[in-house]
């Protein structure tokens, strides 16, 4: 794999890590390159729109914290970037095919077989 996308992967993680905001914008301004040049470059080498990607992160991320158990739904979602609650639980049950209470009691870390479409990044 490319070294740029490996220093992006490494900013994904540790932010997601320091609870820093994961954004495309500031992912790549932490990198010092423009939006454009890493998104383009991650599509060319993945397949995988950037944007989507850095979801798929966020949205790992809740789901470890609802497994933690002792933060509200609510909470989670700000803490992984998601300004609306409806929208994050939209996309978490789009991603793990349950709403982020029924997966905090019965769900599983491993995303359905049917919700993957690349291997994993990070």
Do not use: W
């Not at 993945?46 to 609510?74: D, I, P, Q, W, Y």
């Not at 009691?105 to 479409?117: K, N």
């Amino acid at each position: 794999m490319d070294g740029l996308l490996r220093s992006l992967i490494k900013t994904v993680r540790r932010r997601l890590r320091e609870d820093e905001e994961v954004s495309v914008e500031a992912v790549t301004r932490e990198l010092g390159y423009t939006r454009q040049y890493i998104s383009g470059r991650f599509h060319r080498v993945t397949g995988r729109l950037l944007s989507h990607f850095l979801k798929e992160k966020r949205l790992e991320k809740a789901a470890r914290l609802l497994k933690a158990g002792n933060l509200r739904v609510s909470q989670i979602a700000r803490r992984c970037g998601f300004d609306s609650e409806n929208y994050f639980r939209q996309q978490f049950r789009q991603r793990y095919g349950m709403s982020p209470r029924q997966f905090r009691s019965s769900g599983s870390l491993r995303v359905p077989q049917r919700q993957q479409t690349q291997p994993q990044m990070a």
